[in-house]
């Protein structure tokens, strides 16, 4: 058994009966959606043609959606079906980064992914899903592909047909008869139209004032979200300045009219993900890892002698960092109380599961050698204990902080959803900003912790040449170097140029480098402060533009 979907879009409509069956069948709240209808209108008056195109769930053979969940709820039956079990979803959106075709969403009450599930209750029974019965043109034939007497089967035999974003190598099972490009492509379009069919199209100043859609993740204002679905309700425009409403669901245009040759006119999109936590725990993570292997690294190489007062900080600062991580991580799951799942029922493939298990086995080892080497300095512990395990634990801890550093690259490239983070420099440049991060923290504490003299002059050179290098790595991989795909050239573009050029230009460049190098080359120690402070908050801004402009492109 291998179930696919056909799309024939010379029969399709329009009449979102499918959307409809979907809901009824399987109680999908409001404000999210399992299959949609999307419209596109092209050419120009009197010249135009409104394209209709059935959306969902690919039920991909190869689902990246399935690889990157940490828990197995996102899983593929054997008859290829991409089913979901909302019981062990613990909210982490990752499958939702991992989808290229934007077909997973939130559910507002019970706070877990999910999205078609080719109705497997019923295909189960020997029905076919619901919009396949509810279509009133057959314009949605579902089958089984390993069955040549199919319909499904004689269709794809006998005429063409495409996918949505084949390059993506998901080979999705989704296949449109006359599917129309401008329809499969959603960045056909460099900005949302000005009105949908059924809806005002609000802006992002608008969403300001607006209330949070249903499917916000942790209940926050999605302000990044680029349209509203339709249908939904009241218009979210404020008044012009005269205090007349804008214009409603009929639109008329500055210039002239129509002057677009392709329109989307009516669409479903879904809430941006992640949202601040993540960005906030990159910038922990690198310096909890930055800092011990720095630590490691110096120690190992002989560049400082051993001091148990040293040691005991480097810990304290390592463990604190690496606990701030860990709430970012929880806080920002739709289910924290379930985040022992990770670890209880972990799926191997997911990076978000292996990284998980880093970040226990780097706390583990530093909390246990942290214990022994706080003992023996207030002589509750003979200092053989701590002697003993220091070694294994210092070149075992720096190799765990090296994994703890880099694992968030293979997380980022597990989100095919996110052209952008699929950037094989990302591991190195994970590196550099782990040894940046745990540099400054050295020099924003130097104040108050004597680190000795050869730690601070060890500290002050990593932060200087991390700085260069970390400035080098962003030019030679935002700046100048082309990217490879249309998706991930756009939101370089929003990053330089867009939305985020200000937390790019000001905060990742002048503040996060520019300014602290200068204060480096100065030398006063409260510059060095300031300079500490300014790299984190610089390197803050751009992990924020990082994570949050990817997903503003749309995959749907």
Not at 514 to 521: E, G, Q, R, S, V
Request: with cysteine; net charge negative; hydrophobic share 50%.
């Amino acid at each position: 058994m291998n179930y696919a979907f056909i799309i024939d879009n010379r029969k399709c409509i329009g009449c979102h009966a499918c959307t409809t069956a979907c809901k009824s069948e399987n109680q999908v709240p409001l404000g999210v959606f399992r299959t949609w209808v999307k419209y596109v209108e092209v050419g120009r008056y009197p010249h135009v043609r409104r394209y209709f195109q059935v959306t969902r769930c690919n039920h991909c053979a190869n689902p990246p959606c399935v690889r990157i969940c940490p828990v197995t709820a996102m899983y593929q039956r054997t008859d290829g079906i991409v089913e979901f079990d909302p019981a062990i979803c613990i909210g982490c959106k990752a499958c939702m980064q991992a989808c290229p075709y934007d077909a997973i969403y939130i559910d507002p009450e019970t706070h877990t992914a999910a999205k078609c599930h080719f109705c497997a209750h019923r295909v189960d029974m020997g029905l076919e899903p619901a919009c396949v019965i509810v279509c009133p043109e057959h314009a949605i034939i579902a089958g089984d592909l390993d069955d040549p007497n199919s319909e499904v089967s004689r269709i794809l035999a006998t005429t063409q047909v495409v996918v949505r974003k084949p390059e993506q190598g998901t080979a999705p099972k989704l296949f449109y008869i006359e599917g129309n490009d401008a329809a499969l492509h959603p960045t056909v379009m460099s900005a949302p139209p000005p009105t949908w069919a059924f809806a005002d199209v609000p802006s992002s100043e608008d969403m300001s004032a607006a209330p949070p859609p249903q499917n916000a993740g942790n209940g926050e204002l999605a302000r990044e979200t680029l349209s509203t679905t339709a249908f939904a309700g009241t218009p979210i425009r404020p008044p012009d300045t005269q205090g007349h409403p804008t214009p409603g669901p009929i639109y008329v245009g500055r210039g002239r009219m129509a002057e677009n040759m392709v329109q989307v006119a009516y669409n479903v999109t879904h809430a941006i993900p992640w949202h601040w936590p993540v960005p906030a725990y990159l910038v922990t993570k690198g310096i909890s890892s930055g800092a011990f292997m720095l630590f490691a690294l110096g120690l190992g190489l002989g560049l400082f002698p051993f001091s148990s007062l040293t040691a005991v900080a480097v810990g304290i600062l390592t463990l604190l960092f690496i606990g701030l991580t860990t709430v970012f991580l929880i806080v920002d799951l739709e289910r924290p109380e379930r985040f022992l799942y990770i670890v209880l029922r972990p799926q191997w493939h997911s990076w978000l599961a292996r990284g998980a298990f880093l970040l226990l086995g780097f706390s583990a080892v530093i909390g246990l050698w942290w214990v022994l080497e706080t003992g023996a300095f207030l002589g509750w512990l003979p200092d053989t204990w701590a002697a003993s395990v220091r070694t294994p634990a210092v070149v075992i801890g720096g190799l765990l902080a090296l994994g703890a550093a880099v694992y968030t690259a293979f997380l980022f490239g597990q989100a095919e959803g996110r052209d952008l983070w699929q950037n094989n420099v990302l591991p190195v440049h994970l590196i550099v900003q782990a040894f940046l991060a745990g540099s400054a923290a050295y020099l924003v504490l130097a104040p108050v912790i004597d680190w000795g003299a050869e730690v601070t002059t060890l500290a002050r050179w990593t932060f200087g040449v991390a700085l260069v290098v970390d400035l080098l790595i962003i030019f030679l991989g935002e700046v100048a170097m082309p990217h490879a795909t249309e998706v991930a050239a756009q939101a370089a573009h929003d990053i330089r140029h867009g939305a985020f050029k200000h937390h790019f230009w000001g905060g990742a460049i002048v503040l996060g480098h520019l300014l602290p190098l200068a204060f480096l080359m100065l030398g006063h120690p409260l510059l060095l402060v300031l300079a500490g402070i300014a790299a984190l908050g610089g390197l803050y801004l751009f992990e924020y533009a990082f994570v949050m402009a990817p997903q503003r492109i749309p995959n749907s």
